[in-house]
């Protein structure tokens, strides 16, 4: 085992403090809390809650309502990714950057602590600031990991070693969650608010090594005449968006990335709302599964860099997608919550390589003076994705009760299916993807 710098542990810490949010926030607790009690509009005659809401007069699911809250966040990424890697490139400062989001999102979701039954509006406005706030601050992380290290083997060793830990900061934070909402500390209405504060808490603590140890290798560069910050930003991106064409390798990537990534992390995002639609699960049998998840995740992004070493980065990604596929396939006839199980063991195992190894591959084919530039790029384009696949998925619950009676799939398989399909293309793009070739790119384009 290779020792790992003070500035390695600093740049991999931020995945362990974030990671929590991914989970609890985005994956399980407050999804579940958003659809089960705050989007709902009293109870029916046997005392259920209804899980819909009027909006703009439509009656509105709310598995849907959630999964277009999570687009809605993605279009605001979207719109400022690429200028906030542009300007933390050209300011030299991408742990101011790093830090505001950080803490803007952290308070945010410390906030949801407030969050009783039906206050869904101010439920969708803290979920939507927060998830910018932790879209945006990986942005500038992710540039950050190539100044950090000097070779490819160290991005993509660090690259997984920081997945890794935030798969094992994801179960502990999750099993703690369990702890609380079980044993109903401290009562039954606030053990899942006190776990949704102890999330941005856990977030905002543990960022701390990552801005005292990290360095800021990136200098300032001076204003041109007459410009500011903003305008330099796009200007940036404008020059980015027009050397792409250049990059024909690091291109096909992201036509790739952009669609299996869709698949992949609709099917995380959504899981919880799909075992509760498709499956009638509860809560406690729903976070058993997701703890198994990370804790399964974090050997497999550590089984990524034995397997990155020994088979290339591309055959690992590849490998990893083909499993996707046949997880998919599977979640579309699933019955019961024992095959959500073995699925959730299988698909941890993949998930760690399949995120590793993504970033990995881009890291080695854009230039490392731009990297924020890149990375915001990267962003773009995996929640764009990020975008399409829950309003599909979103319709897709509208049209549930039609396919409950329908024999073989279960009601979510109409939600489901265009994930399927985008994960099989989105693989068939990235085997034509020249990894080398895309290397060198970087080394003679002039950017």
Request: proline share 4%.
């Amino acid at each position: 085992m290779r020792p790992i710098s003070r500035e390695f542990w600093g740049w991999a810490l931020y995945d362990w403090a974030n990671s929590a949010f991914a989970v609890s926030i985005l994956a399980v607790v407050f999804q579940l809390y958003f659809v089960d009690v705050l989007a709902t509009s009293g109870v029916d005659e046997l005392g259920k809650s209804i899980n819909e809401v009027t909006l703009l007069g439509m009656t509105i699911p709310s598995g849907s309502l959630w999964a277009w809250s999570v687009a809605v966040s993605m279009i605001v990424v979207v719109v400022l990714a690429p200028l906030i890697g542009a300007v933390a490139d050209h300011a030299g400062r991408k742990k101011r950057f790093l830090l505001f989001f950080c803490y803007t999102g952290a308070t945010a979701t410390m906030l949801m602590v407030f969050l009783g039954v039906g206050m869904w509006q101010l439920g969708m406005l803290l979920f939507i600031v927060s998830n910018v706030c932790f879209v945006s601050g990986n942005v500038v992380y992710n540039g950050l990991l190539t100044e950090v290290t000097s070779t490819d083997e160290e991005v993509g060793f660090l690259s997984g070693f920081g997945w890794g830990l935030g798969y094992a900061a994801s179960f502990l934070m999750l099993l703690l969650n369990l702890v609380l909402i079980r044993y109903e500390i401290p009562s039954k209405e606030w053990s899942v608010r006190v776990s949704l504060l102890i999330v941005g808490v856990w977030w905002a603590l543990f960022a701390i090594p990552t801005f005292f140890w990290v360095n800021e290798r990136a200098k300032p560069k001076p204003l041109p005449p007459g410009k500011n910050m903003i305008t330099v930003g796009f200007s940036q991106l404008f020059r980015t968006l027009r050397c792409l064409p250049e990059y024909s390798q690091l291109l096909i990537f992201m036509a790739a990335f952009f669609l299996y990534s869709d698949g992949i992390q609709t099917i995380i995002s959504q899981a919880a709302t799909f075992s509760r639609l498709a499956l009638d699960a509860t809560m406690d049998q729903i976070i058993p599964a997701f703890l198994m998840i990370q804790l399964v995740a974090f050997f497999g992004s550590l089984l990524f860099i034995w397997i990155e070493r020994r088979v290339g980065t591309k055959p690992a990604l590849l490998g990893s997608l083909a499993i996707w596929v046949c997880l998919i396939m599977w979640a579309m006839v699933m019955q019961t919550m024992a095959e959500f199980y073995v699925m959730a063991f299988l698909g941890g195992l993949v998930l760690g390589v399949s995120q590793s190894a993504s970033r990995t591959l881009f890291a080695l084919m854009i230039p490392k003076t731009h990297s924020a530039e890149y990375f915001s790029l990267y962003a773009i384009v995996g929640k764009a994705a990020s975008l399409v696949g829950p309003i599909l998925f979103g319709i897709g619950v509208l049209y549930a009760t039609r396919l409950e009676n329908v024999p073989v799939v279960n009601s979510m398989a109409g939600a489901i299916f265009p994930l399927l399909l985008m994960v099989i293309i989105g693989g068939v793009i990235l085997m034509g993807v020249n990894v080398d070739r895309g290397r060198a790119q970087v080394k003679t384009v002039s950017n």
